[in-house]
């Protein structure tokens, strides 16, 4: 039997003395009292901040608005809330209205690389549809800070349906990737009815779901939209837990529901200073994720968003972190360390370096504890080359999309039937001179 603990009690009742636990547990209730204020912060939590240091808190607000559920707020250690990790992650500090020369509104160029309004469409065969703009908490290290709360742009239904009409017809589109804000916000008619339409689109293979939702409202997931979600699979989940605490009772019960429900489950955690830039604090992490049946997927590098700049490692902490699970524990249970390439490039993968030299007939490679090692290449591998034609080499010869593939970037560079030999930036000088000289 599930219970309040003492803090959620306490909560409960200062926002009202005759809250009961199920009031508690339904996740309306826990939108409609969302801490939106210092005020209530202050109230709730029964803590003080001198009146500066208030005063300019509240300036911080303006840009990007304070929301937190009573729930994810039950979590901060009151004694020390100014180190908690679930304090960080949800209230402001001063430093997010000071910007930096390189911080931008839209790093990741979403807004350039959108054909019609909520749709990005960045690689070739996927796309991002968001479908929200609010959510339950907002995270004050959100990427997509210009958008989110913003009370303009909340996606109508008019919106999403053009969004859908662009999916469908965008043949190449096989993967669509449902955003936000955070999409399980939508009521469960909603959602099924986006599900809905996508699987109606004959070549869109999958649908996957960004959410914050059981990390900071887990009540949120109910039997009524585990039935709805079960309708429409392959349906993936990708949540974002940013660190252990994270996962309570409350949480691992709405993962568990997912996960019986056959959705499989992947998580993006953010790499946050001050909050879990520890191998230590990533290692349980990700060692707690899988345990609950939740696979570690990215491990993001803080964007170059306006007023995150107080979140921002060194890449080398995402390094060094990397180097501290790969080997030394699971393979499933390590992420992909990315960083999202400012201006649009897509996420890029940072590793280690395990190949450390290599010859014609030998690469050095080194494992995690420092061995080095060589592994021999084939003496007598047949290097066949490929004309698209698959007569010669026999490995596959029902490949029907093959004559309508179209390579591209560096891809190009390996292939035998595509005569491109070099990439060159488009702004390049001695480029341009051959050019005018013809
Ligand atoms: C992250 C992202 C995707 C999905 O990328 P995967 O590497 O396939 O998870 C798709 N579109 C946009 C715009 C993205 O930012
Ligand atoms: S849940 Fe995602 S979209 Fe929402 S505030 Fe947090 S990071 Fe931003």
Redesign the pocket.
């Known amino acids: 039997m599930l219970q309040y603990n003492s803090k959620q009690k306490i909560i409960a009742q200062t926002i009202n003395s005759d809250t009961s636990l199920s009031q508690w547990r339904d996740w309306k209730w826990q939108l409609r009292h969302t801490v939106r204020s210092v005020e209530s912060f202050e109230k709730l939590l029964g803590v003080q901040f001198d009146h500066d240091e208030k005063s300019t808190l509240i300036k911080t607000l303006s840009k990007f608005p304070l929301s937190i559920t009573p729930y994810y707020l039950s979590l901060i250690d009151t004694d020390d809330y100014k180190n908690d990790p679930i304090y960080k992650q949800s209230f402001p500090v001063i430093s997010e209205t000071l910007i930096t020369d390189h911080e931008m509104k839209d790093p990741l160029a979403e807004d350039k690389d959108s054909p019609v309004k909520g749709v990005t469409h960045r690689y070739p065969d996927r796309v991002l549809l968001q479908v929200s703009n609010t959510?339950a908490?907002?995270?004050r290290?959100?990427?997509?800070k210009r958008k989110?709360g913003d009370m303009d742009s909340i996606p109508c239904t008019e919106e999403i349906s053009l969004g859908i009409d662009y999916i469908r017809k965008t043949p190449v589109v096989r993967d669509v990737l449902l955003s936000?804000?955070?999409p399980l916000l939508l009521s469960d008619e909603n959602i099924d009815w986006i599900l809905t339409e996508l699987h109606n689109i004959p070549h869109v293979e999958i649908v996957r779901i960004g959410t914050?939702i059981p990390v900071v409202l887990p009540y949120r997931i109910t039997d009524s939209l585990i039935d709805v979600l079960k309708k429409h699979p392959p349906l993936w989940i990708n949540t974002?837990f940013n660190h252990p605490k994270e996962l309570t009772s409350s949480s691992k019960e709405a993962v568990r529901k997912l996960a019986d429900a056959g959705i499989p489950l992947g998580n993006q955690t953010v790499l946050l200073a001050g909050i879990n830039d520890c191998p230590e604090i990533i290692k349980k992490l990700v060692h707690q994720l899988v345990k609950n049946r939740i696979r570690p997927y990215y491990l993001y590098q803080c964007d170059l968003s306006e007023g995150l700049d107080h979140f921002r490692t060194p890449v080398g902490k995402g390094v060094e972190i990397m180097e501290r699970l790969i080997g030394h524990t699971s393979g499933f249970a390590v992420p992909t360390y990315v960083i999202d390439a400012p201006g649009g490039g897509g996420k890029i993968r940072v590793m280690p370096q395990y190949l450390i030299s290599w010859s014609t007939n030998k690469v050095i490679l080194r494992n995690y504890e420092g061995v080095i090692t060589s592994y021999t290449e084939p003496t007598d591998y047949d290097s066949i080359t490929c004309d698209r034609n698959c007569d010669t080499c026999k490995l596959n010869t029902e490949l029907d999309d093959a004559s309508e593939y179209k390579a591209i970037g560096i891809e190009k560079l390996l292939l035998d039937w595509d005569k491109t030999v070099s990439l060159i930036p488009e702004d390049n000088e001695r480029i341009s001179r051959r050019e005018n000289e013809h």
Do not use: A, I
């Open positions: 959510c908490m907002y995270c290290h959100c990427t997509r989110v936000g804000g955070d914050r974002h």
